[in-house]
């Protein structure tokens, strides 16, 4: 995530870095809604875009939420961050 906003920050303005940090609050709190809402990519994965921008995170449903495993870009390799716990 500090990534991705020091980029936008750098390469764009404040104001991109905080339009990106607000979307992807506002689909982890639908995630967290609703977790089998989004795409699964495997038995216990789900995959959730970042609308407006290209990113996206796997998240794992829990007993009380969701896990976040792993933020990354659409070009990034499938299997990118899919070994996290």
């Known amino acids: 995530m500090n990534g ?10 404040d104001a991109v870095g905080d339009r990106f940090f607000q979307e992807f609050l506002a689909v982890v709190d639908k995630a967290l809604k609703n977790p089998r809402g989004y795409h699964l990519i495997s038995p216990a994965l789900r995959r959730a875009d970042i609308p407006g921008f290209p990113y996206h995170f796997l ?6 939420g969701i896990r976040v ?10 299997s990118y961050g899919l ?3």
Do not use: G
Not at 59 to 64: G, L, S, V
Not at 69 to 78: A, I, S, T
């Open 4 to 13: 991705i906003l020091s980029y936008y920050t750098v390469e764009a303005s």
């Open 59 to 64: 998240y794992r449903e829990m007993a009380h």
């Open 83 to 85: 070994m996290r716990q």
């Open 69 to 78: 495993l792993v933020l990354r870009h659409d070009r990034r390799h499938p």
